[in-house]
């Protein structure tokens, strides 16, 4: 099976999302968590898929020098993209209410790139879901923002929290690609992976 083949290896999740983190638990890997500060920059032109693939790229390509041969680094990216821009982590309250106002009574798209690297190759994919959310009132956006403090997160929110439960009235898509990994993607393409040469 391939999570015992996986198992072989070192796997390296560079990420410190507890999210990510609680997901690739439950796919049932072990793995280590090593996390370096990162620029999240990216040229200008790109649209959606293409930055959240070359910011997990660059994070994977981060670690090129340093792994043994029996290691693996899973690296991932998730944004949000609403009206054709980037709805990146709020950085203040005003910024999250401001980015909670443009996502309620619309649809965007949570892309997440994930970047696999090993001593010999690194391959990058990405995968999209799109969400909608009912409208929300300035009161329902702050007493969120107040009791989840959502600073973290892309889009500034967590589907699985109160205003997911709440306001996502559908998705077109892998709801754990939301939470912030598209493990059931991840499995098929770690299996991908190991039979590259």
């Known amino acids: 099976m391939i999570i015992d083949k996986l198992n072989d290896y070192e796997i390296i999740l560079a990420s410190h999302s507890p999210r990510r983190q609680q997901l690739l638990q439950e796919l049932g890997l072990k793995f280590e968590v090593v996390t370096r500060e990162y620029s999240e920059t990216y040229p200008e032109g790109l649209g959606g898929e293409e930055i959240a693939r070359y910011v997990a790229h660059e994070k994977a390509a ?46 965007h798209e949570v892309i997440t790139g994930v970047s696999l690297l090993s001593q010999s190759k690194q391959f990058t994919f990405s995968d999209s879901t799109k969400v909608t959310f009912d409208s929300l009132s300035d009161e329902e956006i702050y007493y969120y923002i107040e009791r989840y403090r959502p600073y973290d997160k892309a889009g500034a929110y967590g589907i699985q929290e109160w205003i997911g439960i709440v306001a996502c009235s559908h998705i077109d898509g892998s709801y754990f ?12 393409e770690l299996q991908r992976f190991l039979l590259i040469e």
Request: hydrophobic content about 40%.
């Open 177 to 188: 690609n939301v939470v912030g990994l598209p493990v059931q993607k991840l499995y098929k």
């Open 62 to 107: 981060s670690f090129k020098n340093e792994i043994s041969y029996n290691e693996i680094v899973i690296a991932a990216d998730t944004i949000v993209w609403c009206n054709n821009r980037v709805l990146g982590k709020p950085v203040n309250r005003n910024d999250a209410a401001r980015i909670l106002k443009e996502i309620s009574g619309n649809t």
